[in-house]
């Protein structure tokens, strides 16, 4: 399965860190966060990266080449900040079957794996992780709402009363269609073309999306105190640190995160 990661952002948020590169090679425990990135997915065998990048470019195409891990990368330039949805019709063209999508801002330790299993059941048209926040920080995110068997039925992004604390992460797997949906979507308040709307699209059109709770954690690095956080977690993970130098929050993230790797022991 081909994996397309979005790497084109700016990091307005994240400065000072990205006043001389782009967000996705902001270092997180002394590693550009896209080559956090790609190493997940090539654990997941993924069989080509396809990178889709826009601000300051040429530095992420210097830093990765060709290939990262002998797999072969293949860049899709966002020529303007036009939103997910369109970020992912960048990749359209070098993609022709079910693949994995994710957020070039995002570090994960949890279940991709399940994830991408899912997608290869014929129940589901696409999949996506997700994790409940606290109900407060809900309109933050495109807010998934899921039926008994689990299927996601409705995705509202950001909005300003969530029916559900149940959120999208930065991680999908889609098959095609999720680009003829992306085509259809229209200009959001903000001037965008909004990922959500696309699901929302195929949801519409009676398609399949099985929600995938996360069991361990993923930070979205959005702000440079998202930054310390993931390497908090990332020394934790390696035995670095103490679970009593990481907040409340981080401490239930990484317990759960490790009751997982014990239980597939």
């Known amino acids: 399965m081909k994996a ?6 700016k990091g307005t948020r994240l400065q000072p860190l990205t006043n001389d590169k782009p967000k996705a090679l902001v270092e997180v425990d002394g590693r550009p966060i896209l080559e956090h990135c790609l190493d997940t997915l090539s654990e997941l065998d993924a069989e080509e990266f396809i ?19 002998d797999i072969p990368i293949t860049y899709a330039h966002q020529r303007e900040a036009l939103g997910l949805a369109h970020a992912v019709l960048t990749a359209e063209e070098h993609v022709d079957d079910d693949f994995m999508l994710m957020l070039g801002d995002n570090i994960f330790e949890a279940n ?19 994790e409940e926040v ?10 998934c709402v899921t039926n008994d068997d689990g299927d996601i039925v409705e995705v509202v992004e950001k909005p300003d009363n969530p029916e559900s604390n149940l959120v999208m992460t930065g ?9 003829h949906a992306c085509n259809l979507v229209q200009p959001s308040d903000r001037g965008e073309y909004e990922l959500p ?5 195929l949801i519409r059109s009676g398609r399949t999306i099985s929600a995938i ?10 702000y440079p105190e998202d ?8 020394r934790a993970e390696r035995g670095e640190i103490g679970l009593e130098e990481l907040d409340a929050v981080e401490r239930s993230q990484f317990s759960s995160a490790a009751s997982s790797a014990d239980d597939g022991d």
């Open 112 to 130: 991709l794996d399940e994830v991408v299993a899912r997608q290869h059941d014929d129940h589901a048209d696409a999949a996506f992780l997700v």
């Open 4 to 9: 397309v990661v979005l790497a084109a952002g």
């Open 227 to 234: 930054r310390d956080r993931a390497e908090r977690l990332i």
């Open 213 to 222: 709770p996360c069991d361990g954690w993923r930070v979205d690095v959005g």
């Open 197 to 201: 709307d696309a699901i929302d699209l």
């Open 171 to 179: 991680f999908y797997t889609f098959s095609p269609a999720i680009f």
């Open 51 to 69: 990178l889709v990048v826009g601000h300051r470019k040429e530095q992420i195409i210097a830093r990765f080449g060709d290939e990262y891990r």
């Open 134 to 143: 606290p109900w407060d920080e809900a309109s933050r995110y495109g807010v």
